[in-house]
């Protein structure tokens, strides 16, 4: 485990508990909150996406380095379930316990305990974004929007040439590299193929679409998904156009 972390981390984390604090104090009591768990196909802007549903939400955005670092810092992961009462830090361990059992390939080492048990609190707390690290198959999909972001070839490969003064040829090749890198990821550890559709409830194309109204759809579906959550009457008036308050 690191022994520090960047400041940025530190603020993001507390900007979190900050919302988890004044939503159950407004509502007198801790409940579960659904979340939003993005997976995409490499280079498809998921990440700018996944910024833009938290921004709209008024929830915090979890980007795959993100949960890395915080699975990471000791203190840090710590901090994320302080205040948490006794019934859902039960069910967080719940979900580790049966994460472990369920998931027979993951590895009980310290990093993968720690990584389960921030998905597992950013899931039973809610108001979160996360993208990445294999929340889309590890959350449960009563409380969790699952949503895949997909862009053909042609366009990720042209825009990491541009990113990335790549060739075409070498850029093809990264994203090819990664995308088997993340197939082996969820296979291994989740016994399921990265791009089934059937492992989502949505899957929207930044391409044909544009991120913007990607991200309204997905904020649409979220209240479709989950027509009584009591975050509605505050998270439909947040101004699209307002500034972000995560970290990514």
């Known amino acids: 485990m690191g022994k520090s972390a960047p400041r940025s981390l530190d603020q ?12 159950e104090a407004r509502l007198g009591t801790p409940i579960i909150r659904p979340c939003v768990a993005l997976s ?29 670092q915080i699975a990471q810092q000791e203190h840090i992961a710590r901090n994320l379930v302080e205040g948490v009462d006794e019934r859902m830090r039960d069910g967080i361990e719940r979900f580790i316990h049966d994460g472990f059992n369920r998931l027979p390939h993951y590895t009980e080492s310290q990093y993968h305990t720690q990584l389960l048990r921030v998905l597992g609190t950013l899931s039973k707390r809610g108001l979160s974004v996360i993208l990445g690290r294999g929340a889309a198959y590890a959350l449960p999909p ?16 042209e825009r990491l040439c541009k990113a990335k003064g790549l060739a075409p040829k070498d850029a093809s ?15 291994h550890h989740f016994q399921r193929e990265a791009d089934d559709a059937s492992n989502f409830d949505l899957v929207v194309n930044t391409e044909s679409l544009g991120v913007t109204a990607a991200a309204r759809l997905v904020h649409r579906a979220y209240f ?22 995560s970290v990514n």
């Open 12 to 23: 993001m984390v507390s900007r979190q508990i900050q919302r988890w604090t004044y939503d």
């Open 40 to 68: 995409r196909l490499p280079g498809s802007r998921a990440a700018e996406l996944g910024s833009l549903v938290a921004q709209r939400l008024d929830f915090g955005f979890f980007g795959r380095e993100i949960v890395d």
């Open 142 to 157: 009563e409380s969790t929007l699952r949503v895949l972001v997909v862009e053909s070839k042609t366009g990720r490969v």
């Open 173 to 187: 090749i990264r994203i090819d590299y990664e995308q088997r890198q993340r197939c082996h990821f969820v296979r």
């Open 224 to 245: 479709e998904r989950f027509p009584d959550s009591s975050t509605s009457a505050r998270v439909e008036t947040v101004d699209s156009r307002s500034r972000p308050v």
